[in-house]
């Protein structure tokens, strides 16, 4: 994926989440999420992705308190 893609994506994605509201959300990233993750052949793949996104976030938190 390109830069530009990314950002033509990530757009998209700040607008749908805008879109539906922040009460919709977690479900419309949940959503996306499986569908995403349905692209990959194995657990193994996404496993990583997973635990990354959870380490940032928790990071995030630690940095904010």
Do not use: H, W
């Amino acid at each position: 994926m390109t830069d530009d893609d990314l950002d033509c994506s990530y757009t998209a994605l700040c607008e749908a989440l805008a879109a539906v509201g922040e009460a919709q959300a977690p479900l419309l990233l949940s959503m996306l999420s499986l569908s995403l993750m349905s692209r990959f052949d194995q657990a193994d793949q996404v496993l990583p992705l997973i635990a990354n996104a959870q380490k940032q976030c928790g990071a995030g938190a630690a940095d904010a308190a």
